[in-house]
């Protein structure tokens, strides 16, 4: 093995992901798609391999040739990240991530699909009676044997796999843990970013509230600390974004975090005008369409180049849908007109399950309902909430005016339509049909929907 210099994980995790952002920085200028070519993924593997050579950690080293954006690897040596990393064991992907957890009164970091034979080992049993064994670091040995532990683990295990985060949840293997009970979540966050632990403060961050976390998002910016930054806000997302039922948190200071907006929007306020650009371009991927419209249209007036560039980058503009797996069952994100828009086109079809992740702004073209009477909805459509607004119909020999034509053993809920413009569809079509949310359900529950309409 290579001279390497010590670091601490958290040392490590910092530089590591300083790398990656200057490499993802680098990419994004030349708009690679999907993040890769075949030029740039061997200029990448050199870098990181160069920085690889330059580091390591005492507990984290592992023999399997891995391949991963968030990847350093030299000859047996390797760094983790919240990011998955792609493990190829016989020709065969598998998929390996680690990351801190909060499941009262414990801490834990937790790798997860480990390869390795571990020597401590526990069973744990899940609701729906399946039995995973859970591997234990040497260190952290004697948990195995912890009922308090293990039951902590099985109500955090039921939750990830409940969130799914589209990734295969296997083989859990305890890096390390700490018992918190009775401790102060902000003490705790103070202590753990003083001295750049960033796994654990990036656990705890999302249960903060709004202030605090505000004051520790001011003190990464000041402190330059990016890797805290993407780290923290990540994690609060993810909060955000999955509904963790199961999860049973005991600290009065600690709520569930479901709406992160504010925060975002501070986070990008604060980097936009102390031209932190790196900040921002953390933070372009948890804005709504509407907010990176607007963002545009600021940058330009300001004459912010760079930043209008970035946000261009990113604005999701296509139809491509991000996936994620909820027990078992794949939902689709729409977040955007665009893939409102291709519900029931190639791989997103009439019998899929779509989340609504963000409020939609929708331009002033025609709507085309989704579903015909030939063709209808059989799949799921969550609103969550959000917004749908300005949805327009005008087409005079429009049959079916709504939001969806058709449904048939569907689900509808959560939907809020919001200044809804279809009273002039279909005037000269003496057939037509009008159902704000559905025109036509046959066997479907339709539920907890919101419209308001536009009268002219």
């Given amino acids: 093995m290579p001279d390497m210099t010590a670091v601490t994980v958290?040392?490590?995790?910092?530089?590591i992901s300083n790398v990656k952002n200057e490499m993802q920085q680098y990419m994004e200028n030349l708009s690679v798609e999907e993040g890769f070519n075949d030029e740039f993924q061997t200029l990448f593997d050199a870098e990181l391999k160069e920085t690889a050579a330059k580091y390591t950690?005492?507990?984290l080293i592992l023999?399997?040739?891995?391949?991963?954006?968030?990847?350093?690897?030299s000859e047996g040596g390797y760094t983790v990240t919240d990011e998955p990393i792609v493990v190829i064991d016989d020709d065969k992907p598998f998929v390996y991530t680690q990351s801190g957890y909060y499941q009262a009164p414990y801490i834990f970091e937790l790798g997860w699909n480990i390869q390795k034979d571990a020597s401590v080992t526990a069973p744990v049993t899940l609701s729906d009676g399946t039995v995973i064994t859970v591997s234990f670091d040497g260190a952290y040995k004697s948990y195995a044997?912890?009922?308090?532990?293990l039951t902590a683990l099985t109500q955090l295990i039921e939750a990830i796999k409940s969130a799914g985060y589209?990734?295969?949840?296997?083989k859990p293997y305890v890096v390390s843990t700490e018992r918190i009970e009775g401790k102060n979540l902000a003490e705790l966050a103070d202590e753990y970013y003083t001295n750049d632990a960033l796994t654990y403060f990036s656990a705890v961050f999302p249960y903060l509230d709004y202030q605090k976390q505000i004051t520790f998002v001011d003190r990464m910016f000041e402190d330059d600390k990016i890797a805290f930054f993407?780290?923290?806000?990540?994690?609060?997302?993810?909060?955000s974004l999955i509904n963790y039922d199961t999860r049973k948190i005991t600290f009065t200071d600690a709520p569930l975090l479901y709406d992160i907006s504010s925060l975002i929007n501070h986070c990008a306020e604060k980097a936009y005008e102390e031209e932190k650009l790196t900040f921002f371009s953390v933070i372009i991927k948890y804005l709504s369409e509407e907010a990176k419209q607007e963002w545009i249209e600021r940058a330009e007036s300001d004459n912010r180049n760079t930043y209008l560039s970035l946000l261009k980058e990113h604005n999701l503009s296509g139809n491509e849908m991000k996936a994620i797996i909820i027990d078992s069952v794949t939902w689709y994100l729409v977040e955007n007109e665009a893939q409102l828009k291709s519900i029931g086109t190639g791989e997103y079809g009439l019998d899929k399950n779509y989340m609504q992740s963000a409020d939609i702004e929708m331009s002033e073209a025609e709507w085309t309902p989704i579903g015909t009477e030939s063709a209808p909805f059989t799949g799921i459509y969550n609103g969550s909430g959000f917004k749908i607004k300005g949805l327009t119909m005008k087409n005079p020999t429009a049959k079916l005016v709504g939001f969806f034509g058709a449904a048939k053993n569907a689900e509808l809920y959560?939907?809020?339509l919001t200044e809804l413009d279809i009273k002039t569809a279909g005037r000269s079509n003496r057939n037509k049909s009008i159902g704000a949310?559905?025109?036509?359900?046959?066997?479907?529950?339709?539920?907890d929907n919101n419209v308001t309409v536009i009268y002219k």
């Fill in 166 to 170: 589209g990734l295969p949840i296997e």
């Fill in 145 to 149: 044997q912890n009922q308090e532990a």
């Fill in 230 to 239: 993407s780290s923290g806000i990540m994690k609060a997302f993810d909060t």
């Fill in 414 to 416: 959560n939907i809020n």
């Fill in 57 to 59: 950690t005492d507990d």
């Fill in 63 to 73: 023999d399997y040739e891995v391949t991963h954006l968030d990847v350093i690897n």
């Fill in 437 to 447: 949310i559905v025109v036509f359900a046959e066997n479907s529950n339709i539920y």
């Fill in 10 to 15: 958290e040392q490590r995790d910092e530089i």
